[in-house]
């Protein structure tokens, strides 16, 4: 891969998705605040994404650079959260 492919593919637009009650913790609460985060899609739990958490719980989605949701995923506890890609990844 060459230098400029890698840096495309780091780059990348992806979603961020965690259980609802993460936007709620004092990591993700204060990103969003300060406009590190922008303000998270709100949406119901389908079972698609296999987290850690209640059915009524919901699910917060971010659009970010694939480096800033790698860094924030690797905060969280095992099955609370994911990273979605690909062509219609804002639509999973």
Do not use: D, W
């Not at 506890?77 to 990273?83: A, Q």
């Amino acid at each position: 891969m060459t230098a400029e492919a890698k840096q495309e593919t780091e780059m990348k637009i992806v979603t961020l998705e965690v259980p609802l009650g993460e936007i709620a913790t004092e990591r993700f609460a204060s990103l969003i605040a300060l406009g590190i985060l922008p303000r998270p899609m709100i949406g119901n739990l389908t079972g698609k994404e296999k987290f850690n958490a209640q059915g009524l719980e919901g699910k917060a989605s971010f659009t970010l650079p694939r480096p800033l949701a790698e860094a924030l995923l690797k905060g969280l506890p095992p099955y609370r959260g994911r990273i979605v890609t690909g062509k219609n990844h804002e639509n999973e």
